[in-house]
């Protein structure tokens, strides 16, 4: 079933859930070409490496993350999620987070479980994971951005929708580990 705002019979996922993605707007690093230090080794291997640790570092972060969330500890899933992030030091933000949590909870029924979907990288020093959740009734999904700065891995962007229907149109989301499909 698809929630459209004209379907009076479905819960409508409130406005804020619409909107609730934080975004951090203070990269820890300039831009390329923007004051972009020169002592620093060109992009290559390491990079590489950190990016691929920094991907198992916030896979563990969600998981936790999710875990907490399935288990009803909202204030401990954000506090683990957003370790390291500027966000973390904004209380006031995180319990926003906490408060529009329940606010889904209570709209869509409990998280019972979850599953990742997809996971995106623009250039070495971003990732975008996609989660759907699933509650008795209803899939949710998950978006986090990930940036890597200064100060290691952190989480720059967070969204949670029930506008997952466009993601059967798109030809690259598979479940991690399915078999390569042709052409792949």
Same mark, same amino acid.
């Given at each position: 079933?698809?929630?459209?705002?004209?379907?009076?019979? #479905?819960?409508?996922?409130?406005?804020?859930?619409?909107? =609730? #993605?934080? !975004?951090?707007?203070?990269?820890? %690093?300039?831009? &390329?070409?923007?004051? %972009?230090?020169?002592?620093? &080794?060109?992009?290559?291997?390491?990079?590489? *490496? @950190?990016?691929?640790?920094?991907?198992? %570092?916030?896979?563990?972060?969600?998981?936790? +993350?999710?875990?907490?969330?399935? *288990?009803?500890?909202?204030?401990?899933? +954000? *506090?683990?999620?957003? @370790?390291? #992030?500027?966000? #973390?030091?904004?209380?006031?933000?995180?319990? @926003?987070?906490?408060?529009? $949590?329940?606010?889904?909870? %209570? $709209?869509?029924?409990?998280?019972?479980? /979850?599953?990742?979907?997809?996971?995106?990288?623009?250039?070495?020093?971003?990732?975008?994971? $996609? /989660?759907?959740? /699933?509650?008795?009734? /209803?899939?949710?999904?998950?978006?986090?951005?990930?940036?890597?700065?200064?100060? !290691?891995?952190?989480?720059?962007? +967070? !969204?949670?929708?029930?506008? +997952?229907?466009? =993601?059967?149109?798109?030809?690259?989301?598979?479940?991690?580990?399915?078999?390569?499909?042709? !052409?792949?």
């Amino acid at each position: 079933m698809r929630l459209r705002p004209t379907d009076r019979n #479905s819960p409508q996922l409130p406005a804020f859930v619409g909107a =609730l #993605s934080i !975004g951090l707007l203070v990269f820890a %690093e300039p831009c &390329p070409g923007q004051g %972009e230090r020169t002592d620093r &080794p060109p992009l290559g291997i390491g990079r590489v *490496a @950190k990016t691929l640790d920094g991907e198992r %570092e916030i896979r563990g972060r969600i998981d936790s +993350f999710f875990g907490e969330i399935i *288990a009803g500890n909202s204030a401990a899933a +954000f *506090a683990g999620l957003m @370790k390291g #992030s500027p966000l #973390s030091s904004k209380q006031e933000a995180i319990d @926003k987070l906490v408060q529009d $949590t329940a606010q889904i909870v %209570e $709209t869509y029924g409990a998280i019972r479980s /979850y599953e990742p979907l997809r996971i995106s990288r623009l250039g070495s020093r971003m990732i975008r994971f $996609t /989660y759907l959740s /699933y509650s008795d009734d /209803y899939p949710l999904k998950w978006e986090i951005y990930c940036f890597l700065g200064k100060s !290691g891995w952190q989480i720059l962007d +967070f !969204g949670v929708n029930n506008d +997952f229907t466009e =993601l059967f149109d798109d030809p690259g989301v598979r479940r991690p580990g399915a078999a390569p499909r042709k !052409g792949d």
